[in-house]
T-cell receptor
């Protein structure tokens, strides 16, 4: 059975801090690993990672995948209160099926 | 921009009622999914479909069924709603092949009393 584990489950930081969110996975027929940000409504897509060692970057957010060790990290630098959200990690296996982790609740205090 | 629309934002039903949750996407995506999201449990896959009239069970299909008569529409059916089906239900779609991300609807918060 596919499995995705995220850590920590919750995190409280102050504005300006840098945070690292972790995701480990076990999946048959791995295709990709995805990160989503969820505020009050639907999860919104952040990154899709398919190759090891290649960092993807968008503004203050970046992510990287290690297919040998089966994990990914999401980094957020110079955090802002608008970064407060639940961050979801998911892997894609057979039949395009995504398996999600439980999510990491990030709270950024002013 | 991909749009996934769920017909209801909030829904309150009684135990034993038959409940239909509707989802429509406008980007001609082959794959469609239904998840439920509960505190402490994350998103769990109920059913998915990769073509019209095709359906596959996810991780927690018990108590649910689905219908996909048209490519753009994927319906989740609760044959006889129970209180443990109170949850946030999220529909999503993606292109075939697993090489594109899921696009989610805004969710339906279902309460079964």
């Amino acid at each position: 059975e596919d499995k995705v584990v995220q850590s920590p489950l919750s995190l409280v930081v102050h504005e300006g801090d840098t945070v690292t969110l972790n995701c480990s996975y076990e999946v048959t027929n791995f295709r990709s690993l995805l990160w989503y940000k969820q505020e009050k409504k639907a999860p919104t897509f952040l990154f899709m990672l398919t190759s090891s060692g290649i960092e993807k970057k968008s503004g203050r957010l970046s992510s990287i995948l290690d297919k040998k060790e089966l994990f990914s990290i999401l980094n957020i630098t110079a955090t802002q209160t608008g970064d407060s959200a639940v961050y979801l990690c998911a892997d894609t296996g057979a039949n395009s099926k995504l398996t999600f982790g439980k999510g990491i609740t990030l709270s950024v205090r002013p | 921009d991909v749009k996934v629309t769920q017909s209801s934002r909030y829904l309150v039903k009684r135990t034993g009622e038959k409940v239909f949750l509707e989802c429509v996407q406008d980007m001609d995506h082959e794959n469609m999914f239904w998840y439920r999201q509960d505190p402490g449990l994350g998103l769990r896959l109920i059913y998915f479909s990769y073509d019209v009239k095709m359906k596959e069970k996810g991780d927690i299909p018990e108590g649910y069924s689905v219908s996909r008569e048209k490519k753009e529409r994927f319906s989740l059916i609760l044959e006889s709603a129970s209180t443990n089906q109170t949850s946030m239900y999220l529909c999503a779609s993606s292109l075939l092949g697993g090489s594109s991300p899921l696009h989610f609807g805004n969710g339906t918060r279902l309460t079964v009393t």
